[in-house]
């Protein structure tokens, strides 16, 4: 019995150390060893997950160019002189010889008024007058006959034949009749004033250009009555130079002081989006147009037409340049504006600056500045040179190969 027990407790010993098999004292030791490399890896994690992405940065190379600041406004073309051709008379238009866009000369006729009217009246005034000629020369023959009695009875006075009553009424007879001839001159001349102004109004049924250019509108049609009572209807506008236009500006007051005589402009209109046409300011009004409280001042400008593609009426985008400087060191306005995020807002206190990127990291480089556009900023003085690359913005995107920065401002992301 006592070596059956001694067999069996060797057999226990050795199953329990067989090969495979994991003795409690080690299970103890590797649980906590893969918790402590779980709370590694997790902590790790965690912080590649809070860790900042990398800064990318968007720059733009400081540049040689023109600055030049403008005022931004809208206006209407228009042409240079434009006549209005009205009707001094009232009547039905008979015929008309003009239209749009006509050429016409000084003096063509355009539109014919009915003038039978008028021409009825001239008679009139001419049969008038004719009856005050015949009167003046009956007063005439009047007047000789009461001097040649006046004559008379003074010789027959002197040698007693008549009274001197008789010699006073003679002498009244032709104080009298001298009057009535003078009368007559009078009222002649009256007749012929009458007899000029039916002529007149009868020349005013004929509607002619007053000067050389082109007909832009007409406002009247055939058989179309014309009241001109009380005031004067326009019939035709004629441009005189349509290859000269003018455009007028509305210029805001809080503007206007950046404007004067000789600024150069250029504008665009919607018929042609892709043309800038030029022209220079000629004049600057001092009248003030006010509509809903807000007060602008028409400016002038003088742009040439010669292929006629401007038209009359026509709405114009315009950009007044009130100087320029150039060539000058320049940078874009964002590149002032910029602030890195790591720079806090103590930076923000300074002077003017700018910021360079230096082996791609931000550095600040204070700059004294001078005119500015909107679009650049002249640089007068500060450390930045030509083809410096000044950041404009950050970003976490992706960075970008480099390029220099054209004219036009095309930020580069680095």
């Known amino acids: 019995m006592l070596s059956d027990a001694a067999g069996s407790s060797r057999q226990e010993v050795v199953s329990s150390t067989r090969p495979g098999t994991t003795s409690p004292k080690r299970g103890r030791v590797l649980v906590p060893l893969a918790a402590l490399v779980l709370l590694t890896l997790g902590a790790a994690y965690v912080r590649s997950r809070m860790a900042p992405a990398p800064v990318h940065y968007s720059t733009v190379a400081a540049s040689v160019g023109t600055v030049a600041p403008a005022v931004l406004s809208s206006g209407t073309v228009n042409p240079v002189t434009t006549i209005q051709v009205g009707s001094y008379v009232s009547g039905v238009i008979r015929t008309i010889s003009c239209?749009?866009?006509?050429?016409?000369?000084?003096?063509?006729?355009?539109?014919?008024?009915?003038?039978?009217?008028?021409?009825?009246?001239?008679?009139?005034?001419?049969?008038?007058?004719?009856?005050?000629?015949?009167?003046?020369?009956?007063?005439?023959?009047?007047?000789?006959?009461?001097?040649?009695?006046e004559s008379r009875n003074r010789t027959l006075a002197q040698r007693g034949f008549v009274s001197e009553e008789t010699v006073d009424a003679s002498a009244s007879a032709v104080a009298q009749a001298r009057a009535q001839v003078a009368l007559d001159q009078a009222d002649i001349v009256q007749r012929q004033a009458q007899l000029r102004a039916a002529r007149i109004n009868l020349g005013?049924?004929?509607?002619?250009?007053?000067?050389?250019?082109?007909?832009?509108?007409?406002?009247?049609?055939?058989?179309?009555?014309?009241?001109?009572?009380?005031?004067?209807?326009?019939?035709?506008?004629?441009?005189?130079?349509?290859?000269?236009?003018?455009?007028?500006?509305n210029v805001s007051e809080s503007d206007i002081g950046q404007v004067a005589v000789g600024n150069a402009a250029t504008f665009t209109v919607s018929a042609f989006p892709e043309r800038q046409f030029a022209g220079t300011v000629r004049q600057v009004r001092q009248a003030p147009q006010s509509v809903q409280n807000v007060v602008t001042y028409d400016v002038v400008v003088d742009v040439a037409n010669a292929d006629l593609a401007l038209k009359p009426g026509m709405t114009a985008s315009i950009r007044i340049v009130s100087r320029r400087v150039g060539p000058v060191l320049r940078v874009p306005d964002q590149a002032l504006r910029y602030r890195p995020a790591l720079a806090g807002d103590t930076d923000r206190t300074r002077g003017a600056q700018v910021w360079v990127l230096d082996a791609g990291r931000p550095r600040r480089v204070a700059v004294a500045t001078g005119l500015a556009d909107g679009t650049f900023a002249e640089?007068?003085?500060?450390?930045?040179?030509?083809?410096?690359?000044?950041?404009?913005?950050?970003?976490?995107?992706?960075?970008?190969?480099?390029?220099?920065?054209?004219?036009?401002?095309?930020?580069?992301?680095?």
């Open 99 to 149: 239209d749009f866009n006509t050429r016409v000369t000084a003096g063509q006729l355009c539109a014919r008024i009915d003038a039978r009217p008028y021409q009825s009246v001239v008679e009139q005034a001419a049969a008038v007058l004719g009856t005050a000629q015949a009167q003046l020369d009956k007063d005439r023959a009047g007047l000789a006959n009461a001097q040649r009695i």
């Open 204 to 249: 005013y049924t004929d509607i002619v250009s007053p000067v050389d250019g082109t007909v832009v509108s007409r406002n009247v049609t055939q058989g179309q009555t014309v009241a001109a009572s009380f005031q004067t209807p326009t019939l035709f506008l004629i441009a005189t130079d349509l290859t000269r236009m003018q455009v007028d500006a």
């Open 379 to 414: 640089i007068k003085g500060g450390g930045i040179r030509s083809g410096d690359a000044v950041i404009v913005a950050e970003n976490d995107g992706a960075p970008a190969r480099r390029t220099p920065a054209a004219p036009g401002l095309q930020p580069v992301r680095r």
